[in-house]
């Protein structure tokens, strides 16, 4: 069983820029794909991006261009840089171990981290 920890999020205006970061415990997660999700008020959670054992990676059409994951397996930790927020990003961040043929997650959800994108 694998615990994540996800922290980084705030208030930041819009075309400002987040880290948010996905902490691992109890099990390695180097040998997973790691998804970001995220959801807002109202909606479904959704895949942001993922990131496979081989650092292959994966984006959400929304935040391409925008949005860079990435890991690094010695601190068992996932991150995901956010760079020109848009209102529309607002929402609650949150990871999981996913299926690399289609990202689906399977771990239990934490607490998540808040983000929210206002002037």
């Known amino acids: 069983q694998v615990q994540f920890v996800e922290s980084g999020g705030g208030l930041v205006q819009p075309g400002g820029s987040l880290r948010l970061t996905c902490a691992a415990s109890?099990?390695?997660?180097?040998?997973?794909?790691v998804g970001w999700y995220r959801q807002a008020p109202g909606k479904q959670r959704d895949l942001v991006a993922g990131?496979?054992?081989?650092?292959?990676?994966n984006y959400a059409d929304s935040v391409k261009g925008r949005f860079t994951i990435s890991r690094d397996n010695t601190k068992n930790t996932v991150y995901l840089q956010m760079n020109n927020l848009k209102p529309e990003d607002t929402a609650v961040y949150y990871c999981?171990?996913?299926?690399?043929?289609?990202?689906?997650?399977?771990?239990?959800w934490g607490q998540g981290t808040q983000v929210t994108v206002s002037s």
């Open positions: 999981s171990r996913a299926r690399t043929s289609n990202y689906s997650p399977f771990d239990s």
């Open positions: 109890k099990t390695s997660i180097s040998i997973w794909t």
């Open positions: 990131i496979t054992s081989g650092d292959r990676t």
